[in-house]
């Protein structure tokens, strides 16, 4: 198994590096600038999964870090948006309550897997690249009622699909279970 301190946890750690000229840029009232933290952090988001399968470095650990790290990304743009009053603050308190059922419903997930585990959702994988588009409306001031209303509603349904998933349905084996043909732990 690849060591978790690899180029890909690297690019990963390295968004969180995009927050702090966001702040400064929202508060000096640069929308443009903003938005360009917010790109630099979604592109991370996206390199970051090509590095470690190019480097073959991809550990549980870096998909749980991942996806820690678009949580409190994407989180951390709408609330400090909602602080300067750029976007408004219901829908994100329920995005934000939603996004912390999503983790509780993940550590539910792994608790049964009897592993460290991502959940792999393709609807919430959605709903996190729309969470980067979020930040931009937010920060350009683009429809931003409609927008974010709208992913409540998105984010509500996969939320309601994957809380079934990783809760109740028993839990799927990984390639590397199925490659072994090992049963698969299932912890109550």
Known sequence: MASNLNPANAITA???????????????????????????????????????????????????????????CYGFFMLVLVGYGWVPWPPVALIILMGVANTWLRAIYARRAGKTVNYRSFAMERCVAFAAYLGGFGASGYMVDYFYWTFVAMMALSLVHDAKRMAIDPVEADDDERDAGAPVAVVA
């Open 14 to 72: 390295t968004r969180f590096l995009t927050l702090p000229p966001f702040v400064w840029a929202i508060h000096h009232g640069y929308y443009q600038l903003a938005a360009v933290a917010i790109i630099v952090c979604g592109l991370l988001d996206l390199v970051d999964g090509a590095v470690a399968r190019l480097f073959n470095c991809i550990t549980p650990f870096g998909a749980v870090f991942d996806a820690l790290a678009d949580g409190f």
